[in-house]
């Protein structure tokens, strides 16, 4: 999966949205945001595992305690 994303939505898809159906507005939508995911997962990968954003997350989304001090592979 190619990682290319767009920054801004061209003033021809804001003008011609209305005329695609929906099921081919949410497959764009879900093209576009592969890439997007895929960076962030790669960004979460290379971090440490006691990589306080990365423990920051964690406790965040309820997956790590506040008295931990590093996350799991399996956690990450």
Do not use: N, S
């Amino acid at each position: 999966m190619p990682r290319l994303t767009f920054q801004t939505v061209m003033e021809r898809w804001q003008k011609t949205a209305h005329q695609i159906p929906v099921c081919e507005k949410k497959l764009i939508f879900f093209h576009l945001m592969v890439p997007l995911i895929l960076i962030e997962r790669q960004q979460i990968a290379d971090l440490a595992l006691d990589d306080p954003a990365l423990l920051a997350l964690g406790q965040k989304y309820g997956i790590v305690e506040q008295t931990d001090k590093k996350v799991t592979e399996q956690q990450r």
